[in-house]
């Protein structure tokens, strides 16, 4: 036997006590995909579907300027910043229930918004919503990294990946329909049904939880909950993210020394937010920070266009949401081909050939007019971002044990989150071409960022070398 064997023997046997100890898959856990995917698809089309519906909302409450924004705002900020939060509370109280309880919240929240008479109990509704996404978010993806194994989780990973893409692109066709229809309300009275349909379609189809998504036995009264893990790094977020909103330097620099200070706290504390031992954690950060420029590009791609689409092509609200419908199917593809790419291919050079594919994609929307230049290039910039999702969150989560999915789940979405306030604080006045660049700067960085290996098709756990 060669030497290193006893190694990567015990490496192996580490895997395998960190893989989900499901051997059987789950009967009916498709339909349990397609219910989790449809709560995440509501919370990504609401950072959107009000986007085109803010004339009317300003009409009707008359709000202008800054109330305007903070329709908008009220629910990103608080979404982003408690995102890590509510993958920490999923780990320590079960993905269920947290995914539920987050799922009630949102519903709830979307009722009042729908009822709000007066701008402060719409802001309200939207911010209450934010946190109901920010539990629900992380425990819905913790849900699918358990229901999944092997290549079955890889195209999972997949679907979830492509809601990014289509729930943000579909958010603004629907605002612009249901604004254009039965009147702005709507935007939020849709969820209802959703939320009712996933609340109570996921205890149903689960039957009895399974073991990896409940939390450990007698944990829950035993051990304390480190309040000061959870809230000081969720103030820093939101201080971060309202800077960011804003534009203004001083939050903004103040919470970056904050968010240094509070990483070397954390990392003395007995129970810091994320560990430091915690098992794939450069693979964790590495794809984090693909998602946080993946989504930087899209979310500003769809920013930039609608304002040139409708203020300086003079389309529609309707208009504008179907310009962006190419797109929508463009990220669909894009994720589904990447979540085939990835196990023959490996991680580097899918996420090298996605950004790559987007750099063109916006340098191809200054060839020509709307349906000629922008469409087709944003279509394009969709298809290799929607790749790039797959492989960010694929790598991410690739080395995350059972105990940590809910944690890691949080970090991936808090860096969709932040990396889209980000991108547009600073490139709210950029063109749309100028979003090659960025592209093309993280093709390059793709090899210090992402695993040199591909997931393993004969795991249950995907894995990095």
């Known amino acids: ?5 006893p190694h990567t023997q015990n490496q192996n046997q580490n895997r395998a006590k960190d893989a989900h100890p499901h051997p059987n898959p789950h009967p009916r856990r498709r339909s349990l ?11 990504i089309a609401d950072v959107t579907v009000v986007n085109v519906a803010l004339p009317a909302i300003g009409a009707d409450l008359s709000l202008s300027g800054p109330g305007l924004t903070w329709i908008v705002t009220a629910y990103t900020l608080f979404f982003g910043a408690l995102l890590l939060a509510g993958g920490r509370l999923a780990d320590r109280f079960g993905a269920v229930r947290t995914f539920l ?10 009722a009042a918004s729908g009822l709000a008479v007066d701008a402060a109990t719409l802001i309200t509704a939207r911010s209450v919503q934010g946190v109901g996404a920010a539990l629900l978010s992380p425990a819905a993806l913790s849900l699918v990294t358990t229901l999944f194994q092997g290549p079955a989780r890889h195209r999972a990973l997949g679907a979830w990946a492509a809601i990014g893409g289509t729930g943000a692109a579909l958010g603004v066709l629907l ?4 604004t254009a229809g039965p009147g702005w309300r709507w935007i939020f009275y849709l969820n209802l049904p959703v939320g009712a349909l996933a609340l109570l379609g996921v205890p149903l189809l689960l039957g009895r939880p399974l073991p990896a998504t409940r939390a450990p036995a007698g944990t829950a009264h035993r051990t304390p909950v480190n309040v000061s893990a959870i809230l000081l790094p969720t103030v820093a977020a939101a201080a971060l993210v309202y800077g960011l909103t804003e534009r203004s330097w001083l939050p903004t620099l103040g919470a970056l020394a904050v968010s240094i200070l509070l990483i070397a706290t954390q990392r003395r504390s007995p129970t810091p937010l994320m560990p430091p031992a915690m098992p794939g954690r450069r693979s964790l950060l590495g794809g984090s920070t693909v998602m946080l420029g993946a989504a930087g590009l899209l979310v500003t791609g769809f920013y930039l266009s609608s304002l040139h689409i409708q203020h300086s092509l003079g389309h529609s609200p309707l208009v504008t949401g179907l310009a962006f419908l190419p797109a929508a199917v463009a990220a669909t593809a894009g994720a589904h081909l990447g979540s085939r790419l990835l196990p023959r291919s490996g991680w ?3 996420g090298a050939t996605a950004f790559t594919v987007a750099a063109a994609g916006a340098a191809l929307t200054a060839l020509g007019g709307l349906w000629s230049g922008l469409v087709p290039g944003f279509a394009l910039l969709a298809l290799g971002l929607g790749a790039a999702f797959v492989c960010a969150t694929t790598s991410a989560l690739s080395e995350v044990g059972p105990a940590h999915t809910g944690l890691a789940s949080g970090l991936v979405g808090t860096s969709h989150e932040l990396g889209a306030a980000i991108a547009i604080s600073a ?4 063109d749309f071409t100028t979003l090659a660049y960025p592209a093309l700067a993280l093709a390059l960085a793709i ?3 992402l695993p040199k290996g591909h ?5 249950t756990q995907p894995m990095a070398h």
């Open 427 to 430: 490139l709210a006045s950029a």
């Open 101 to 110: 309880t987050g799922l009630a919240l949102f519903t709830a929240a979307s």
């Open 175 to 178: 605002g612009g329909i249901l």
């Open 33 to 43: 995909l397609v219910l989790l995917c449809l709560a995440q698809f509501m919370l």
């Open 1 to 5: 036997m060669p030497p290193h064997a």
């Open 447 to 449: 090899p210090l960022l």
């Open 348 to 350: 580097r050079p899918v």
């Open 455 to 459: 997931p393993d098709p004969t795991s």
